[in-house]
């Protein structure tokens, strides 16, 4: 029972977590804990299995084995904590619909079945628009806008979603670097208000500045805690195994990227 | 003219007219989503697979009654949405190839026992061949009947569930982080893709039937970038096929009203493509010789600019 009451404290806790896609294992026993009101990023090489992560943390792939917690129950029963910025090419932008009516998704799990979003939800959402700074552009076809402001958009359909606990896979990927200072900026507001928020990352030369915590994960989780402790040279090397050994060969620039003041 | 009002006034027209304009507008709305979905092929993979569903159907019973071809059409059709999910899942074949097998390999069985059929002495076996390529003039009052229902049903369902399948349309991932039962949901849509495929088999035939789940939502993609009034078009311009259809067939003997229903469409079609604002491929010329104009006289203002600061010099 303590320990029921101790884990409702924890926004994510996974426990020995195995999928696999066929039959080729591409998490192996990942366990997790994570610590309220943290930006936490998850980091490793591409088809280390980030994105895995997250998706079976948030019960869109089946697991093979293992537990997924959401403060202390089965996320399935948490799902109004839980908010989700999937990767932008998920989706086919030239759906015939609107900034806003994409916004106005991320309150369709609380309107719940048949009930259509009324003036309240359209409120909401361009509240959230107005946070990622695309309140102008509310009305725009989603096809117009460029891919950071599309990126902008499923920010605020997460912030309409008003959860407790974020994952975003890869929202810094291929925007330019007004909006990813726009979306760090957001991300350290929803930390300031207490929420949590797992990121998966690709920039190493930004790990330092952005996060307090980082997993790096290569189908086992190969190190996890704050970031100071963990984002070391050899735990990387041990990621990245011979991918990172590139960045091995000039030390200088090796320092600028680990020092996070360059950009990879 | 004339001709129109006789339609509008012989009882068996209306019959048939009421039909078509339903076919039309149920398969209108319901194509906007598989469309959508990316789905456009699978209306014919389930229109071809349902013929053996269709045959067996009468084989069993002996009778010609759009119930029970509902009942065949859609266990094949199911069966047939089955196979291609797990060719796709248990092996390296991609789901356009695996509609291609399936598809080819249902149709294949049906003309065998359609063949059949017409060759053994079932009582009521003349009117099955129609199912190839459709005969809406052999609709009768209990046809039309239960395509109201049928096609009261999908609208009503499209309606309340409106939002739900804009989500799965749009992000399916999102959603069931949401919590929507995604798997339950596109089922759901197949099954009245099914249900609209073959109550539109007799009016239009296995061959033409996925015209009229397409080709009405392309069209009306073309007008709208709202997702609410493009599947209202959508159901227009289906009705209005329909209508196209059964008028000019009634008015020429020999002329047959699916097939016609579905060259209407695809004259919406062309028209769409042509002025569609926006999207439009005239729209789009305009669009860009325009921007080429105001290119070529900011060019020539700053080459005026250049002039000037020249002799002022």
Known sequence: MSRQLQAAGVPLQINSLSVAYQKKPVLRNVSLEVTEGQLIGIIGPNGAGKSTLIKAALGLIPKLEGSVLVYGKPYNEQRKLIGYVPQRESVDWDFPTNALDVVMMGRYGRLGWFRRPGAKEKAIAMECLAKVGMAELADRQISQLSGGQQQR?????????????YFMDEPFAGVDAATEKAIIMLLQELKGQGKTVIVVHHDLATVKEYFDSVMLLNIEVQAFGKTEDVFTRSNLQQTYGGRFAFLDRQEDEELTLLSGKGRG | MQSLLDMMTDPNSQWILLGCVLLGLCSGVIGCFAYLRKQSLMGDTLAHSALPGICIAFMLTGTKSILLF????????????????????YSRIKSDAAMGIVLSSFFGLGIVLLTQIQHSDYGNQSGLDKFLFGQAASMIGSDVQTMLIVCAFIVIACTLLFKEFKLISFDPGFARGLGFPVGVLEQLLMFFIVVAVVVGIQAV????????L????????????????????SGLFGALAGVVGTWLSSTTASLPTGPISVLASTLLFIVSLLFG??????????????????????QKSRMRDLVKEGSSL
């Open chain 2, 214 to 233: 397409i080709t009405p939502a392309v069209s009306a993609r073309y007008w709208t970038d709202r997702l609410g009034i493009m599947v209202v078009m």
């Open chain 1, 153 to 165: 958009v499923f920010l605020a359909r997460a912030l309409a979603q008003d959860a407790k606990l």
């Open chain 2, 277 to 298: 604002p926006r999207r439009g491929l005239l729209a789009k010329r305009i669009v860009r010789s325009r921007a080429r104009q105001t290119l070529m006289e900011e």
């Open chain 2, 70 to 89: 509902l009942i065949g059409a859609g266990i094949s059709g199911l069966l047939a949405t089955f196979g291609i999910s797990w060719i796709t899942r």
């Open chain 2, 205 to 212: 035939g296995v061959v033409l039937v996925a015209a009229l």
